[in-house]
């Protein structure tokens, strides 16, 4: 293990493993608890199809280069499947023994089969025959028909049979696979029910009639199953001469990846685990047995069917910025000051009126915007169309690659081509991840920039979920930045110039490195010397070393990291002044900010860029400072908060574990989540 750097993989399950617990912590509502189980689950379904999939992929073609902790693939794969059993049987125990417990205690009972009534089994029957037995497609395996390439994260059922079909045929095996247009759990209604409400996994009905698929035929045994695939995408960009096409191609052999993981029900027997084993050519390292129904995220049904808000977090009203006197518009607003929203306190409405604002202003010429993950179906979308159709010059820049919203991305490109909008797909090897709007308006016969930048996504709904930060700003020279950027994604040259944005690939890792150099300068000539910076991971060798540099020369550092770190804090001659924190709560802390203390005259960044290999060097990113006092302060005033939270907080070990953080004897508890949330209500 390298005394410099943690393992990428393995910090990322540690994050997965705080999501887990907090499935463990009783003082969540109960549905919000099951909710965390279920987002571990998601979790650990994306950690197998892009990183352990990648991690398998190099192994197999023999890449000999090691990552800067200098664990082998080999061993990076070996303790992947070590910590991660381990997760998974923890999922199960605190699902078995306490959430589904109680949830039976509030009425909610998931039945198995074992426990169906007489009235029950002739309700399902009847369910089964009209609504899921004519969607199934079972397949016997024979000569004719070899073992099936099974879709990624489908769930199915290997079938135990005994007897020979219609046509004489007799392999004792077949697959049957649940249609994922079928929901993944049914209520029974309330006549049939007993002891509150009765839900159904649509597995067990499948199960329970499988007789009735395979006509003539004994059915010994069933048992379920999933396999994960890598689901990366690859396209060689320099040999696509149209990426959205490409990209539609490759979407369809994602469900067809090299197989990563396979999840079974406990209770299968050997001889058919060996079976799948074999034909899912898989090694016994990535075979995951459980104790109870494969993939719990199908939970995550019941969130839908269940509304007792008393299992739920009390819900809460977003705020919306107060416009200045006499400013009947964002326009006259922003002349006046600079606004800051800090979602999800703050309302996204205000992104969506501003751009609603400017596509009916009839001085408004011009709206550039870029888009990475937002879907087509979107209020901030409409208002682009609106504003195509009143004629206006609107153009995306729609990042097609976002992973696992590519789909959603090339439905978006399309619908914005209908409406003449400008589409752009971004720079040849490079993500487009920055998080822009810019609006051109026309006062007093010259042209004034409107701009908004954010650390998150222009998408409705995670901005109710995630925590980020946008600013919106008339300020002439961020403006300029901003259109200048524009113009580069949309034409081709060389980089521009920027007054006072940060822009990677070209500006931003050097820029953070001499903020760095900066403090390190100041703590050795004597001057106090501080850095916060918050992200959500921080993975790039060489601020890693400028951290150790600075920590040396007595810079006091805390990191708000949520995910992966690779830094190494707490160890001698080395990260002694460095504490790194998680916060794991309601919502997923997202913003990037990094402050400076800069010898008493602070200086506050926001960044859509995590200090991250990709976002330094493979994305284009932007990162703006806060120039104006009031919203510095804030901004500042909520990283002290978070660092003061001791209910949510987890603070890292020299040896990459994470110790929850508690209330010391005497001290008040304190929920820097939950404080924001109080401090936005006082001003609804």
Known sequence: MSEQFFNRELSLLEFNRRVLYQSYDTNLPLMERLRFLCIFSTNQDEFFEVRVGGLVEMLEVGTSTLPPDGLTHADNLAAISQISHQLANEQYEIFNQDILPKLKQQGIHIVRRDDWSADQIAYLNDYFETEVLPLLSPIGLDPAHPFPRIMNKSLNFIVALDGKDAFGRSSGRAIVQVPRSLPNIIELPESISSNGRNFVFMSSIIHYFMDEIFVGMKVLDCFQFRLTRNSDIFLDEEETDDLLRAMQGELIYRQYGDEVRL??????????????????????????????????????DLFDLIDDPDLYFKPFVQSMPKLPKRADNYFEALKKNDILLHHPFDSFQSVVDFLREAAQDPDVLAIKQTLYRTGSNSPVVDALVAAAKAGKEVTAIVELRARFDEEQNVALAERLQRYGIHVIYGVVGYKTHAKMLLVARRENKKLSYYVHLGTGNYHPKTTKLYTDYGLMTSDPAICADVYRIFIQLSSMGKASKMSELLYAPFTLHKSMLKYIQQETENARKGIPARIIAKMNSLYEEQLVLALYEASNAGVQID??????????????????????????????????????????????????????????????????????????????????????????????????????????????????????????????
């Open 559 to 684: 990191l708000i990291v949520r995910g992966v770190c690779q830094l190494r804090p707490g160890i001698a001659n080395q990260s002694e002044n460095i504490q790194v924190r998680s916060i794991v709560g309601r919502f997923l802390e997202h913003t990037r900010v990094f402050y400076f203390e800069n010898d008493g005259n602070p200086q506050v960044l926001c960044s859509s860029a995590d200090w991250m290999i990709r976002n330094m060097f493979h994305r284009v990113e932007t990162c703006f400072p806060v120039k104006a006092k009031k919203i510095r302060e804030q901004i500042v005033s909520d990283l002290k908060l978070y660092l003061a939270d001791n209910t949510h907080a987890w603070i890292l070990q020299s040896d990459g574990s994470y110790v929850h953080s508690q209330p010391e004897e005497g001290q008040n508890a304190i929920d820097a989540q939950d404080e924001l949330l109080k401090q936005w209500a006082a001003r609804v």
């Open 263 to 300: 999840e079974l029900t406990g209770t299968c027997p050997k001889d058919i685990e060996d079976f799948l084993l074999e034909r899912c050519e898989i090694q016994r390292r990535a075979l995951y047995k459980v104790d109870g129904p494969v993939n719990l995220n199908r939970l995550s």
